[in-house]
């Protein structure tokens, strides 16, 4: 058509817009395809790229300062998020779409492995999540996703119940008593190899839960999220735990916390050692600091500098050099620095705990008392004739592998330096304050009671159910019935049978020749520390 100019009518280019409106959308839309399914096939590069890249913003802001270190302990993100987390929608469903798999009815959902739940004070609603783990929003909006990891409160918070009351407590710093570690994590790898984790089934589960996810989550979690976390389960949990079933359960307040580390990290031979130990508290290491320095720590004196031992629990948790974070590290040694055992919640019989304290000076006194000359010093495995398995794990080769851990080039951007790491060949003797909430005792957690522990290893329980928060307040520790081995009754708890390898309930036979009247004298004053 002609114009008066002679010159070509202009026309709007909506071709080219409406080319470039489909066209810059599709090819986005085709390389995130593309991407998505790179990394379904490859779910480490997934967590490469998670590790290096993505944000990590607390889904719960935790204030500065030492006021709010508790709480931080509690739920704190320590940096192992993008390596080891679970999309936190993805595991609150997983007790959904895998009934079948959890351990009898303790409780609903994870309260069947002895996770502690709160009520957040501020609100008098229950927290979301137990306390130990930590809440994290990791990527770029609106693309992020809320994911779930351990930190340190997850095996160091404990429950109990004082005898008549219905009321649980809890004590945030001492040694887990109830949750069952290797129950858990072989729950979520058994889920991830079942049907139930297919995933349209946990996506409906997901909507039933969370209608108003939004949809870009939706989207992330259908193409990206659930196929790789289920990959990533079944890696971690599964193939890397394998080695596992081939030793005695733990049970609850039990881990192998130094075999997996060994095998894993340090790449040490898989062997046929057994390191089942309770967890130690975490409490009066200021305390323990003034007494000895340098301060050996673990059931061993395996390590003898407490940042060491904060950063090596870190790593075993999953914290990488990525998510490393001096400022973490700092906090959690600020507040063990202030934590201190609490006090038996009893009535003190004063002609009771006098009897009882000469029965200690005389008994009990040069390894356990602040003023003893044997106070955290290794007693000799030949003296204390606890069971071996946990000096049998540690070797030297595995004390040299973590001091030269990343001295190779493998963690260069680590901004410290393993050098305290040792072998031992005997166990530690450790002051006895707060003794009266750390039952069952030795470190395998092999003897119920104080009382127990008083008497010839002949005389002990052989099997007792371990995993009950109900307190005995006259023979020190948790209730604990005797049960027939090999039997698990879900409703009654854990048998812990001595007979099996690593679970061996001999040695410390010191005060065993008491009268029970001594042995309740020496029981009581014990308590009362």
Same mark, same amino acid.
């Given at each position: ?14 071709g080219?817009?409406v080319?470039?409106?489909?066209g810059v959308p ?9 991407g ?7 779910p ?21 300062g ?6 931080f302990?509690k739920y ?6 993008? /390596? ?10 997983l007790?959904?779409v ?7 009815d303790?409780g ?16 008098d ?11 994290t ?28 009351a ?9 040694s ?5 570690a290797?129950?858990?994590?072989r ?19 997901i ?6 996810t ?5 989207i992330?979690l ?6 790789i976390?289920r ?7 599964? /193939? ?8 005695p ?10 075999n997996?580390v ?5 790449e ?20 323990k600091?003034r ?6 720590w ?43 055992s609490?006090k038996a919640?009893?009535?003190v019989d004063?002609a009771?705990?006098d009897q ?10 040069s ?8 106070v955290?010093t290794?007693?000799p495995r030949?003296e204390?004739?606890t ?5 049998d ?6 004390a040299?592998?973590y ?6 080039g493998k ?42 522990l008083l ?7 052989? /099997? ?8 005995d307040?006259?023979?020190g520790g ?13 409703s ?6 001595? /007979?099996l ?5 001999t ?7 008491l009268?029970p009247?001594?042995?309740a004298?020496l ?5 009362t520390?």
């Amino acid at each position: 058509m002609a114009t008066r100019t002679g010159k070509p009518p202009r026309i709007f280019p909506w071709g080219r817009i409406v080319s470039w409106l489909v066209g810059v959308p599709l090819v986005v839309v085709v390389l995130a395809a593309l991407g998505a399914a790179v990394l379904r096939g490859n779910p480490t590069w997934f967590v490469a790229v998670a590790e290096r890249f993505m944000p990590r913003v607390p889904a719960v802001a935790i204030a500065d300062g030492p006021e709010a270190d508790a709480e931080f302990f509690k739920y704190g993100a320590i940096g192992n998020e993008a /390596a080891d987390g679970i999309p936190s929608k993805i595991w609150a469903v997983l007790p959904d779409v895998c009934p079948a798999l959890l351990p009898g009815d303790k409780g609903g959902g994870y309260r069947a492995f002895g996770f502690t739940y709160e009520r957040n004070p501020a609100t008098d609603r229950e927290h979301a999540t137990p306390i130990g783990l930590s809440r994290t929003r990791l990527g770029f909006a609106p693309f992020d996703v809320e994911v779930l990891a351990i930190n340190c409160a997850t095996c160091h918070v404990q429950t109990y119940r004082r005898p008549g009351a219905n009321r649980t407590e809890i004590f945030v710093g001492g040694s887990s008593n109830r949750l069952e570690a290797q129950s858990y994590t072989r729950f979520l790898a058994a889920c991830a190899d079942s049907a139930g984790f297919e995933t349209e089934t946990v996506l409906r589960a997901i909507e039933k839960r969370f209608p108003d996810t939004a949809w870009a989550e939706q989207i992330m979690l259908r193409h990206l999220i659930v196929p790789i976390t289920r990959s990533l389960v079944r890696e971690r949990l599964g /193939a890397r735990f394998h080695w596992t079933w081939s030793r005695p359960a733990w049970g609850p307040g039990r881990l192998s916390p130094f075999n997996p580390v060994k095998f894993d990290y340090l790449e040490q031979p898989v062997d046929d050692t057994i390191d089942h130990a309770e967890v130690m508290p975490a409490w009066n290491v200021a305390e323990k600091q003034r007494l000895r320095s340098p301060t050996p720590w673990h059931w061993d004196g395996l390590s003898w500098d407490l940042r060491e031992v904060v950063v090596n629990s870190a790593l075993g948790d999953g914290v990488t050099r990525f998510g490393y974070s001096d400022q973490t590290i700092d906090r959690l040694v600020r507040y063990l620095d202030g934590l201190k055992s609490p006090k038996a919640p009893i009535t003190v019989d004063a002609a009771l705990r006098d009897q009882g304290a000469a029965l200690f000076a005389r008994e009990c006194a040069s390894c356990h008392a602040p003023s003893g000359a044997r106070v955290l010093t290794i007693i000799p495995r030949h003296e204390i004739g606890t069971d071996p398995g946990r000096l049998d794990m540690w070797t030297p080769e595995a004390a040299a592998a973590y001091n030269n851990y990343d001295k190779g080039g493998k963690n260069p951007a680590f901004p410290w330096v393993f050098e305290h790491f040792q072998k031992h060949d005997g166990y530690l003797a450790q002051p006895l304050d707060g003794i009266w909430l750390t039952g069952p005792y030795l470190h395998n957690g092999s003897v119920p009671t104080l009382d127990d522990l008083l008497r010839p290893a002949r005389d002990r329980p052989k /099997a007792f159910v371990r995993g009950s928060d109900d307190l005995d307040l006259a023979r020190g520790g948790y209730v604990s019935a005797t049960c027939l081995p090999g039997r698990y009754d879900a409703s009654g708890g854990f048998c812990y049978d001595t /007979a099996l390898p690593g679970n061996a309930n001999t040695g410390h036979e010191y005060g065993v020749d008491l009268s029970p009247a001594e042995r309740a004298a020496l029981v009581h004053y014990l308590l009362t520390l």
